[in-house]
Nanobody, 131 residues
């Protein structure tokens, strides 16, 4: 069982930066990979990025690549989403989610980009980017 709590959302001007944190409680956080998703009003939940359970790899979606960075600190049970050069289209509720390390540690794009893969979700944090 993993409980996730996001923080750090708020209002930022276009071009600005924001740091979102996802803090996990529960056992063996290092056995879970973590994804960030976002959902804007009237739109489907969208994959933003993910980090491997051992922090050896991370991926960002094409829409945020080069602007957003995902990192994790397993000693602190925390995953961070660093948002730079924010754009109005980044406005959404941001969620972190966790899923157990896959069998054989085979970590596939189709897996980590899919919301239904994840078993645990935070409550979300609102990010608003003003133009």
């Amino acid at each position: 069982q993993v409980t996730l709590v996001e923080s750090g959302g708020g209002l930022v001007q276009a071009g600005g930066s924001l740091t979102l944190s996802c803090r996990a409680s529960g056992r063996a956080f290092s056995n879970y990979f973590v994804g960030w998703f976002r959902q804007a009003p009237g739109r489907e939940r969208e994959f933003v990025g993910t980090t491997r359970w051992d922090a050896r790899d991370a991926y960002a979606a094409g829409s945020v690549k080069g602007r957003f960075t995902i990192s994790r600190d397993n000693a602190e049970n925390t995953v961070t989403l660093q948002m730079n050069n924010a754009k109005p289209e980044d406005t959404a509720v941001y969620y972190c989610a966790a899923a157990p390390r896959p069998l054989g540690s085979v970590w596939l794009k189709d897996t980590y980009e899919t919301a239904s893969t994840y078993d645990y979700w935070g409550q979300g944090t609102q990010v608003t980017v003003s133009s």
